[in-house]
Protein backbone atom coordinates (compact mmCIF):
# COMPACT_ATOMS: atom_id res chain seq x y z
CA UNK A 1 0.00 0.00 0.00
CA UNK A 2 1.56 3.09 -1.26
CA UNK A 3 1.71 6.20 0.85
CA UNK A 4 1.68 10.02 -0.24
CA UNK A 5 5.39 11.67 0.09
CA UNK A 6 4.13 14.89 -1.27
CA UNK A 7 3.34 16.42 2.55
CA UNK A 8 6.85 14.94 4.43
CA UNK A 9 8.77 16.40 1.90
CA UNK A 10 7.08 20.02 1.41
CA UNK A 11 7.25 20.03 4.84
CA UNK A 12 10.83 18.89 5.17
CA UNK A 13 11.89 21.80 2.37
CA UNK A 14 10.09 24.53 4.31
CA UNK A 15 11.72 23.55 7.34
CA UNK A 16 15.42 23.55 5.62
CA UNK A 17 14.69 27.05 3.85
CA UNK A 18 13.37 28.71 7.13
CA UNK A 19 16.33 27.33 9.35
CA UNK A 20 18.68 28.70 6.26
CA UNK A 21 17.18 32.38 6.46
CA UNK A 22 16.77 32.33 10.20
CA UNK A 23 20.82 31.51 10.04
CA UNK A 24 21.74 34.23 7.22
CA UNK A 25 19.60 37.25 8.95
CA UNK A 26 21.27 36.28 12.82
CA UNK A 27 24.40 36.34 11.48
CA UNK A 28 23.63 39.67 9.30
CA UNK A 29 22.49 40.77 12.88
CA UNK A 30 25.05 39.95 14.73
CA UNK A 31 27.64 41.25 12.06
CA UNK A 32 26.15 44.73 12.19
CA UNK A 33 25.38 44.79 15.91
CA UNK A 34 29.00 44.58 16.84
CA UNK A 35 29.81 47.73 17.63
CA UNK A 36 26.69 48.58 18.64
CA UNK A 37 26.45 46.13 21.48
CA UNK A 38 26.14 48.87 23.87
CA UNK A 39 23.31 50.86 22.01
CA UNK A 40 21.07 47.92 21.86
CA UNK A 41 21.72 47.20 25.30
CA UNK A 42 20.71 50.67 26.31
CA UNK A 43 17.93 51.10 23.52
CA UNK A 44 16.59 48.04 21.59
CA UNK A 45 14.28 49.50 18.96
CA UNK A 46 10.86 48.05 17.65
CA UNK A 47 12.33 46.87 15.01
CA UNK A 48 14.95 44.19 17.14
CA UNK A 49 11.68 43.47 19.49
CA UNK A 50 10.13 42.35 16.27
CA UNK A 51 13.13 40.27 14.54
CA UNK A 52 13.54 38.53 17.98
CA UNK A 53 9.74 37.78 18.31
CA UNK A 54 9.89 36.96 14.59
CA UNK A 55 13.01 34.60 15.17
CA UNK A 56 11.73 32.69 18.69
CA UNK A 57 8.23 32.49 16.53
CA UNK A 58 10.32 30.72 13.75
CA UNK A 59 11.95 28.73 15.84
CA UNK A 60 9.08 27.36 17.43
CA UNK A 61 7.13 26.59 14.21
CA UNK A 62 10.62 24.71 13.24
CA UNK A 63 10.65 22.26 16.57
CA UNK A 64 7.15 21.75 16.44
CA UNK A 65 7.64 20.81 11.92
CA UNK A 66 10.64 18.39 13.05
CA UNK A 67 8.36 17.03 15.82
CA UNK A 68 5.26 15.87 13.25
CA UNK A 69 8.40 14.88 10.84
CA UNK A 70 9.28 12.95 12.83
CA UNK A 71 6.41 11.46 13.88
CA UNK A 72 5.31 10.43 10.22
CA UNK A 73 8.83 8.62 10.07
CA UNK A 74 7.70 6.57 12.97
CA UNK A 75 4.51 6.02 11.43
CA UNK A 76 5.57 5.55 8.26
CA UNK A 77 8.37 2.85 9.59
CA UNK A 78 6.11 0.83 11.43
CA UNK A 79 3.31 0.68 8.05
CA UNK A 80 6.71 -0.87 6.49
CA UNK A 81 7.19 -3.41 8.72
CA UNK A 82 3.60 -4.45 8.72
CA UNK A 83 3.83 -4.99 5.35
CA UNK A 84 6.80 -6.70 5.65
CA UNK A 85 5.14 -9.08 8.59
CA UNK A 86 2.20 -9.56 5.77
CA UNK A 87 4.76 -10.67 2.88
CA UNK A 88 6.45 -12.89 5.50
CA UNK A 89 2.97 -13.99 6.30
CA UNK A 90 1.64 -14.88 3.13
CA UNK A 91 5.27 -16.79 1.39
CA UNK A 92 4.80 -18.60 4.88
CA UNK A 93 0.84 -19.97 4.37
CA UNK A 94 1.84 -20.44 0.58
CA UNK A 95 5.25 -22.43 0.74
CA UNK A 96 4.34 -24.59 3.84
CA UNK A 97 0.81 -26.12 1.89
CA UNK A 98 2.80 -26.17 -1.53
CA UNK A 99 6.00 -27.86 0.05
CA UNK A 100 3.24 -30.70 1.73
CA UNK A 101 1.52 -30.96 -1.71
CA UNK A 102 4.74 -32.18 -3.45
CA UNK A 103 5.82 -34.26 -0.60
CA UNK A 104 2.33 -36.41 -1.14
CA UNK A 105 2.92 -36.07 -4.51
CA UNK A 106 6.42 -37.26 -4.52
CA UNK A 107 5.31 -40.04 -2.34
CA UNK A 108 2.78 -41.36 -4.73
CA UNK A 109 4.91 -40.66 -8.07
CA UNK A 110 7.38 -43.75 -6.14
CA UNK A 111 4.59 -46.03 -5.81
CA UNK A 112 1.17 -47.23 -4.50
CA UNK A 113 1.24 -45.87 -1.17
CA UNK A 114 -1.57 -48.72 0.10
CA UNK A 115 -5.40 -47.23 0.25
CA UNK A 116 -5.34 -46.73 3.96
CA UNK A 117 -1.85 -44.42 3.51
CA UNK A 118 -3.94 -43.19 0.27
CA UNK A 119 -7.06 -42.51 2.06
CA UNK A 120 -4.92 -40.13 4.99
CA UNK A 121 -2.52 -38.57 2.80
CA UNK A 122 -5.78 -37.49 -0.14
CA UNK A 123 -7.44 -36.20 2.88
CA UNK A 124 -3.86 -33.74 3.96
CA UNK A 125 -3.92 -32.71 0.56
CA UNK A 126 -6.81 -31.82 0.67
CA UNK A 127 -6.58 -29.42 3.92
CA UNK A 128 -3.25 -28.08 2.22
CA UNK A 129 -5.52 -26.91 -0.98
CA UNK A 130 -8.20 -25.56 1.63
CA UNK A 131 -5.49 -23.55 3.43
CA UNK A 132 -4.61 -22.27 0.43
CA UNK A 133 -7.51 -21.27 -0.73
CA UNK A 134 -7.87 -19.58 2.37
CA UNK A 135 -5.49 -17.50 2.22
CA UNK A 136 -5.75 -16.48 -1.39
CA UNK A 137 -9.69 -15.44 -0.12
CA UNK A 138 -8.03 -13.24 2.00
CA UNK A 139 -5.49 -11.42 0.22
CA UNK A 140 -8.67 -11.08 -2.13
CA UNK A 141 -10.99 -9.69 -0.13
CA UNK A 142 -8.24 -7.23 1.01
CA UNK A 143 -7.61 -6.29 -2.70
CA UNK A 144 -11.27 -5.94 -3.00
CA UNK A 145 -11.75 -3.35 -0.32
CA UNK A 146 -9.90 -0.50 -2.20
CA UNK A 147 -12.22 -1.58 -5.48
CA UNK A 148 -15.34 -2.46 -3.63
CA UNK A 149 -18.43 -4.42 -5.93
CA UNK A 150 -21.79 -3.14 -4.86
CA UNK A 151 -22.74 -5.64 -1.97
CA UNK A 152 -25.89 -7.92 -3.29
CA UNK A 153 -28.42 -7.62 0.04
CA UNK A 154 -30.36 -11.01 0.60
CA UNK A 155 -32.15 -12.42 3.71
CA UNK A 156 -30.10 -14.73 4.92
CA UNK A 157 -31.34 -16.92 8.14
CA UNK A 158 -28.36 -17.22 10.58
CA UNK A 159 -28.85 -20.26 11.81
CA UNK A 160 -28.78 -21.78 8.76
CA UNK A 161 -25.29 -19.70 7.60
CA UNK A 162 -23.67 -19.65 11.24
CA UNK A 163 -24.51 -23.49 12.04
CA UNK A 164 -22.98 -24.12 8.60
CA UNK A 165 -19.56 -22.28 9.31
CA UNK A 166 -19.95 -23.84 12.88
CA UNK A 167 -19.67 -27.42 11.01
CA UNK A 168 -16.89 -26.24 8.69
CA UNK A 169 -14.49 -25.43 11.74
CA UNK A 170 -15.26 -28.61 13.33
CA UNK A 171 -14.24 -30.46 10.52
CA UNK A 172 -11.17 -28.03 10.03
CA UNK A 173 -9.74 -28.13 13.64
CA UNK A 174 -11.29 -32.11 14.32
CA UNK A 175 -13.55 -30.53 17.48
CA UNK A 176 -15.68 -31.94 19.50
CA UNK A 177 -18.95 -30.28 19.32
CA UNK A 178 -19.17 -29.06 23.30
CA UNK A 179 -15.78 -27.18 22.33
CA UNK A 180 -17.82 -24.72 19.54
CA UNK A 181 -21.22 -23.95 20.30
CA UNK A 182 -24.00 -22.14 18.90
CA UNK A 183 -27.04 -20.88 20.59
CA UNK A 184 -29.53 -18.81 17.89
CA UNK A 185 -32.67 -16.72 19.63
CA UNK A 186 -35.32 -17.85 17.31
CA UNK A 187 -35.48 -17.88 13.28
CA UNK A 188 -33.29 -14.61 13.40
CA UNK A 189 -32.13 -13.59 9.75
CA UNK A 190 -30.20 -10.45 8.63
CA UNK A 191 -30.23 -8.53 5.08
CA UNK A 192 -26.80 -8.66 3.69
CA UNK A 193 -24.80 -10.19 1.36
CA UNK A 194 -24.25 -14.07 1.77
CA UNK A 195 -20.72 -14.93 0.39
CA UNK A 196 -19.22 -11.30 2.19
CA UNK A 197 -20.96 -12.66 5.67
CA UNK A 198 -19.78 -15.97 4.98
CA UNK A 199 -16.32 -14.40 5.08
CA UNK A 200 -16.77 -12.38 8.12
CA UNK A 201 -17.84 -14.94 10.21
CA UNK A 202 -15.57 -17.50 8.89
CA UNK A 203 -12.68 -15.08 9.73
CA UNK A 204 -14.28 -14.43 13.50
CA UNK A 205 -14.89 -18.16 14.45
CA UNK A 206 -11.17 -19.02 12.78
CA UNK A 207 -9.45 -16.42 14.97
CA UNK A 208 -12.01 -17.58 18.29
CA UNK A 209 -10.42 -20.95 17.93
CA UNK A 210 -6.82 -20.17 16.92
CA UNK A 211 -6.38 -18.46 19.76
CA UNK A 212 -8.15 -20.57 22.17
CA UNK A 213 -5.02 -22.60 22.53
CA UNK A 214 -5.18 -26.14 23.39
CA UNK A 215 -8.44 -25.85 25.09
CA UNK A 216 -10.82 -24.68 22.69
CA UNK A 217 -14.36 -23.63 24.25
CA UNK A 218 -15.81 -20.69 21.81
CA UNK A 219 -19.59 -19.70 22.25
CA UNK A 220 -21.64 -18.08 19.08
CA UNK A 221 -24.72 -16.26 19.89
CA UNK A 222 -27.17 -14.91 18.12
CA UNK A 223 -29.88 -12.77 19.74
CA UNK A 224 -32.44 -9.55 18.64
CA UNK A 225 -31.34 -6.25 19.62
CA UNK A 226 -34.38 -3.38 19.20
CA UNK A 227 -37.07 -3.90 16.30
CA UNK A 228 -34.78 -4.04 13.47
CA UNK A 229 -31.43 -4.84 14.54
CA UNK A 230 -29.37 -8.47 15.67
CA UNK A 231 -26.46 -8.59 17.70
CA UNK A 232 -23.86 -11.84 17.06
CA UNK A 233 -21.25 -12.52 19.42
CA UNK A 234 -18.27 -14.89 18.84
CA UNK A 235 -16.30 -15.60 22.57
CA UNK A 236 -13.81 -17.31 23.32
CA UNK A 237 -11.34 -18.05 26.46
CA UNK A 238 -8.19 -17.93 24.72
CA UNK A 239 -5.03 -15.59 24.96
CA UNK A 240 -7.33 -12.28 25.06
CA UNK A 241 -6.27 -9.30 23.93
CA UNK A 242 -3.92 -6.15 25.45
CA UNK A 243 -6.72 -3.52 25.77
CA UNK A 244 -4.14 -0.75 24.36
CA UNK A 245 -4.19 -3.14 20.92
CA UNK A 246 -8.35 -3.02 20.70
CA UNK A 247 -8.09 -0.13 18.42
CA UNK A 248 -5.12 -1.20 16.47
CA UNK A 249 -6.33 -4.83 15.89
CA UNK A 250 -8.86 -3.94 12.62
CA UNK A 251 -5.77 -1.89 11.12
CA UNK A 252 -4.87 -4.05 8.20
CA UNK A 253 -1.41 -5.84 8.06
CA UNK A 254 -1.58 -5.68 12.07
CA UNK A 255 -0.86 -8.53 14.31
CA UNK A 256 -0.24 -9.38 17.86
CA UNK A 257 2.99 -8.91 20.19
CA UNK A 258 5.73 -11.62 18.82
CA UNK A 259 4.88 -14.28 21.51
CA UNK A 260 1.01 -14.60 19.88
CA UNK A 261 2.89 -14.42 16.39
CA UNK A 262 5.23 -17.69 16.66
CA UNK A 263 2.04 -19.57 18.04
CA UNK A 264 -0.68 -18.39 15.70
CA UNK A 265 0.32 -17.87 11.73
CA UNK A 266 -1.67 -15.42 9.96
CA UNK A 267 -1.90 -12.66 7.54
CA UNK A 268 -3.17 -9.75 9.64
CA UNK A 269 -6.49 -8.98 7.31
CA UNK A 270 -8.90 -11.07 8.90
CA UNK A 271 -10.33 -8.60 11.04
CA UNK A 272 -9.57 -5.53 9.05
CA UNK A 273 -11.69 -7.58 6.00
CA UNK A 274 -14.31 -8.18 8.58
CA UNK A 275 -14.78 -4.87 9.79
CA UNK A 276 -14.80 -3.28 5.85
CA UNK A 277 -17.17 -5.83 4.95
CA UNK A 278 -19.72 -5.73 8.26
CA UNK A 279 -19.75 -1.87 7.31
CA UNK A 280 -20.64 -2.43 3.95
CA UNK A 281 -23.53 -4.23 5.06
CA UNK A 282 -24.45 -1.05 7.31
CA UNK A 283 -22.98 -3.00 10.51
CA UNK A 284 -20.46 -2.47 12.86
CA UNK A 285 -18.06 -4.52 14.72
CA UNK A 286 -16.81 -4.57 18.18
CA UNK A 287 -13.89 -6.11 19.84
CA UNK A 288 -13.60 -6.42 23.53
CA UNK A 289 -10.92 -8.14 25.98
CA UNK A 290 -10.56 -8.02 29.85
CA UNK A 291 -6.64 -8.16 28.94
CA UNK A 292 -3.48 -11.23 28.27
CA UNK A 293 -5.19 -14.49 29.15
CA UNK A 294 -8.98 -13.70 29.71
CA UNK A 295 -9.94 -14.11 26.04
CA UNK A 296 -11.88 -12.24 24.14
CA UNK A 297 -15.63 -11.18 22.84
CA UNK A 298 -16.48 -9.84 19.52
CA UNK A 299 -19.49 -8.58 19.02
CA UNK A 300 -21.63 -7.93 15.18
CA UNK A 301 -24.64 -5.45 15.27
CA UNK A 302 -26.35 -6.42 11.79
CA UNK A 303 -30.05 -5.26 9.86
CA UNK A 304 -32.19 -7.68 10.81
CA UNK A 305 -34.46 -8.96 7.86
CA UNK A 306 -38.14 -7.61 7.21
CA UNK A 307 -39.93 -10.78 8.39
CA UNK A 308 -42.59 -10.79 5.46
CA UNK A 309 -39.76 -12.07 3.54
CA UNK A 310 -39.26 -15.71 3.47
CA UNK A 311 -35.48 -16.93 4.68
CA UNK A 312 -33.06 -18.39 1.98
CA UNK A 313 -31.71 -21.31 3.34
CA UNK A 314 -27.82 -21.93 2.25
CA UNK A 315 -27.30 -25.25 0.14
CA UNK A 316 -25.03 -27.00 3.03
CA UNK A 317 -26.44 -27.06 7.01
CA UNK A 318 -25.02 -28.37 9.70
CA UNK A 319 -27.16 -28.67 13.16
CA UNK A 320 -25.20 -26.67 16.03
CA UNK A 321 -26.27 -26.23 19.36
Known sequence: MRRSIGLPLTIGIVLVVLALALAVGWNVLVVRGVGEVREVAESLSGTHWLLLSLGTLFYALLIAG??????WLVREMRHSQRQQAFLDAVTHEMKTPLASLRLYLDTFARGDPGEQHRRDFLGRMRSDVDRLERTVDQVLAAARAARARPAQPDRIALRDLLGALIGEARDQYGLAEEALRLHVDGDLAVL??????????RNLIDNAVKYSGANVDVRVRAAGEGESGVRIDIEDRGVG???EELRRIFQPFYRAGANVQRRVKGLGLGLFIVRFLVRRQGGRVEARSEGPGRGARFAVWLRAAPAAVPARRGAATVAAR
Open 66 to 71: LALLCA
Open 192 to 201: GDREELSLVF
Open 241 to 243: IPR
